[in-house]
């Protein structure tokens, strides 16, 4: 951060803080809103962490999470008080605004001093400091790093430190996804000496499945996972219908989009599934150099990383999936070609490229 020295005069006395993260937020985004909100609180500063939506229950477990205020549109005026009394508004995991939906607009109107904490890629420019790399792994990476520049590594608990592993190992893939350089592992050891525990994280995150969500992923694998060999591409399509059968909650459909790209050969993989509003949310995965934070810009009002992104549409399913595979013909060369996995850099040649 450029002017750190300025943040951390702020930082000197006690401040009334929020702390955002985006709609519908992960591991990543929560790991780090909580572990931020302990650690200034250790400041002595006052701090309200919001979420713009609820949240996987499986994430429950991490310490703070029982503070979180779910913003709920009409029904609480407490998060608008809260950004418009407060000193220096966080926002984390998320490079635009329109990220947060109505709580954006509050930002927009509010006296406070903005940090933005994040790793997606074009940020929207609105804050008065920024912690931003979208080299960075995660969003957690990006608050240790922050809180060593600022000094405060000392008051990094166990429970700071789980939260921001978390964040780490989640948004690496459990360290198995092309982001994971050697300062990721230097990050998940400084914070496993700060008392982070590996298989109790892993085990609340990964191996915490209810029945319901098993037998979804059962049913999309035999049923629902479409491949077009031909254009190297795999895609799943979930209904409404479908997602109530299986009793379907906030972060089921979290993953399934990885099991498509799994499958050999395949260098892109899309979930396009129905919310309970009626609109439409899709999932980007690739490998390589096919980027669907372009595709997902260009064509889905949407955004994120090279390799991972996000999209929606207006449209319904049926003409949201009939867009999407009228489109995919005209990508029919990069996905053609060959060598993804073989050409792909080693760690040294990243390095060398990003020098």
Not at 40 to 62: A, E
Not at 119 to 135: T, V
Request: aromatic share 8%; hydrophobic share 35%.
């Amino acid at each position: 951060m450029q002017n750190a020295q300025e943040l951390k005069v702020l930082l000197g006395q006690p401040r009334k803080a929020v702390v955002l993260m985006h709609y519908k937020p992960d591991a990543d985004a929560l790991g780090s809103s909580l572990a931020l909100a302990a650690w200034l609180k250790k400041g002595n500063h006052t701090v309200t962490v919001i979420s713009p939506s609820d949240y996987p229950s499986f994430l429950n477990w991490m310490p703070g999470n029982s503070d979180v205020v779910i913003f709920q549109p009409g029904r609480s005026d407490g998060p608008a008080r809260a950004i418009a009394e407060a000193d220096l508004v966080f926002c984390l995991d998320f490079s635009s605004l329109s990220r947060i939906n109505e709580l954006g607009e509050m930002v927009r109107r509010s006296s406070a001093k903005t940090v933005l904490i994040d790793h997606h890629l074009e940020p929207e420019r609105f804050a008065d400091f920024e912690e931003w790399d979208s080299s960075a792994a995660s969003t957690a990476e990006l608050v240790y790093r922050l809180i060593v520049e600022l000094g405060g590594e000392d008051k990094i608990d166990c429970c700071i430190a789980d939260c921001l592993y978390a964040g780490l190992m989640t948004d690496t893939g459990s360290f198995r996804h092309n982001n994971t350089t050697d300062e990721v592992f230097v990050t998940a050891a400084s914070l496993v000496k700060k008392g982070a525990n590996p298989h109790r994280v892993s085990k609340l995150i990964y191996d915490n499945n209810t029945l319901s969500r098993l037998r979804l992923m059962g049913y999309v694998l035999s049923q629902k996972l479409q491949v077009i060999p031909e254009l190297k591409t795999a895609y799943i399509t979930l209904s409404r219908d479908e997602l109530r059968q299986y009793e379907s909650q906030t972060g089921d459909t979290e993953g399934l989009v990885n099991y498509g790209l799994s499958i050999k050969d395949i260098v892109l993989s899309v979930l396009i599934y129905e919310r309970k509003d009626g609109s439409v949310k899709l999932s980007f995965r690739s490998i390589g150099d096919f980027s669907v934070n372009d595709f997902a810009r260009q064509h889905f009002e949407g955004g994120g990383h090279k390799n991972a992104a996000g999209g929606q549409s207006s449209l319904s399913l049926d003409d949201t999936l009939a867009k999407f595979l009228g489109i995919l013909p005209s990508y029919r060369d990069l996905l053609q070609h060959e060598g993804y996995i073989t050409t792909l850099p080693t760690n040294q040649e990243s390095k060398q490229n990003k020098a």
